[in-house]
């Protein structure tokens, strides 16, 4: 069974990246967006968690881009971290830097 969860921060990153983002680059983070909020995101995308920080997982949208979000089970909940490309390397993938604009 899938749980429902509800955006409640981020939409301020969202709104950052999207502004020198395609159209189509958009469509399908929003995409990836309904599908963490209904639930079916972990049966769509390839997702992972970050050991260092429970709670937040980094979504491969498509190839080169991420989104990282952070999951609040106990309140149904979860909030945009990060919107953007994959740098190079392996470690940048486990932790994409976070846009100074969320701030």
Known sequence: ???????????????????????AERNVVYEALFAVGDGSAFLVY???GDPSDPGNFLIMVKPGLVLKVMVQRADSAFEIRYVGVVEDGADSAAAPQETSSSE
Request: charged fraction near 20%; charge should be negative.
């Open 1 to 23: 069974m899938a749980m429902r969860l509800q955006l409640t921060a981020g939409l301020e990153v969202l709104e950052s990246w999207a502004e020198t983002a395609s159209q």
């Open 46 to 48: 390839d997702i992972f």
